[in-house]
């Protein structure tokens, strides 16, 4: 089954830390480019990071530079989020994507909390 599934969302005090994976599965992972999303309430869902696959080139919203990084482990079929200096801005559920030949793969997305 080709699915993403995200995991290591909760609630953060602000500038506390965060990281979050995402597990893929039916698919050859390793072949494709892996994005972060999140969708604040009330906002449209918008681009974090992405990781290319081969030399893993990095990319960043303007807003997280700096302070999110993010990772993959083809050995494990997962892609990583690490969120430092967490604000309460970035409050928002955070999606896990993949934009394949056959479709567009989203995850369920993993809610993220900051608050104190």
């Known amino acids: 089954q080709v699915q993403l599934v995200e995991s290591g969302g909760g609630l953060v005090q602000p500038g506390g830390p965060l990281r979050l994976s995402c597990a893929a599965s039916?698919?050859?992972?390793?072949?494709?480019?892996m994005n972060w999303y999140r969708q604040a309430p009330g906002k449209e869902r918008e681009f974090m990071a992405a990781i290319t696959s081969g030399y893993s080139t990095t990319y960043y919203a303007e807003s997280v530079k700096g302070r999110f990084t993010i990772s993959r482990s083809n050995a494990k079929n997962t892609v990583y989020l690490q969120m430092n200096n967490l604000k309460p801005e970035d409050t928002a559920v955070y999606y896990c994507?993949?934009?394949?030949?056959?479709?567009?793969?989203w995850g369920q997305g993993t809610q993220v909390t900051v608050s104190s």
């Open positions: 994507n993949s934009k394949l030949p056959s479709q567009n793969l």
């Open positions: 039916g698919f050859t992972f390793s072949k494709y480019v």
